[in-house]
């Protein structure tokens, strides 16, 4: 991997065990543009490796001068997975992700200072937990970037119950949306289906509503244009716009919601608009 130095570890919050994995990624060599980190959330049943690095977001980001925090979330890539079923809910999430930003020298946004503050990435799950953490954070966070937003959560109307019923006796699963996600949980090997189906329980308990916490920093909202979930860009930039910020919209030419994290056009747009 390009960059002066790349620090792995394992982050443990006060309170639980959660372990999670986190990964500091230095700017490349002689780039170092002297601004904010970023820190990248990625999507559900995926990891830092697959979204991040396996696509060329993190060097990219590096060749940008940016330092880059990446972090696998419970139950994904390599973070434990844990069996409380507090440590997957939404709102603890966002609470270790402050910590960790913290304990990897973020700092409180300061006028003039282009160092301070932290730009966030999200995709898709990712781009749901970014916007509530861009939101409940405000001191904090600069700019978004929000890939494959919905403005309706796709995971709150999983049937776990047929999903359960599937894996342990093979029960067809009348929901498509149901069937879906757990055929792309189980395409990893390495994915822990009882911590995904955790995860996927703790998030229901927590609906998203975007209407009811709204960032205010400037927002880029990008989405393949085979995408079905663009439909509600428009909304959610309409949100943004209602709370006093800024959002600009991106369509992806020739991409859907798998393969629109991998665009070159998605990078550059990003890399454009952080470095606003």
Known sequence: MSGRHTG????TVEGTDPHLHVEVHEPA?????????????????SSSKLNWVDTGWISTLQGAGRRVISVDL???GRSAS??????????????DLLQIVFDAGARPVRPGDPSSGLDVIGYSLGSRLAWEFGAT??????????????KEDPLASFD????????????????ESTAGLLKMAQLLPSNDLFALLSLIEAVKSEPFDPAEAVPHMPMLLVAGEKDERATT???????????GGLAEQLLVPGRNHTNA???RVFKDAAVAFLGA
Request: proline fraction near 10%.
């Open 74 to 76: 419970p139950g994904h």
């Open 8 to 11: 792995e570890h394992t982050h």
């Open 29 to 45: 060599e002689g780039a170092d543009a002297g601004l904010r980190p970023v820190l990248l959330i990625h999507g559900f049943s």
């Open 137 to 150: 954070q405000p001191e904090l966070v600069h700019r978004l970037v929000l890939g494959g937003p919905n």
């Open 82 to 95: 844990p069996e409380d079923l507090d440590s997957y809910s939404p709102s603890r999430i966002r609470a």
């Open 261 to 263: 994290v991998t665009s």
């Open 233 to 243: 860009m428009p909304a959610l930039a309409e949100l943004a716009a209602n709370a």
């Open 160 to 175: 776990l119950l047929a999903a359960q019923r599937y894996l342990a006796d093979g029960t067809p699963i009348e929901d």
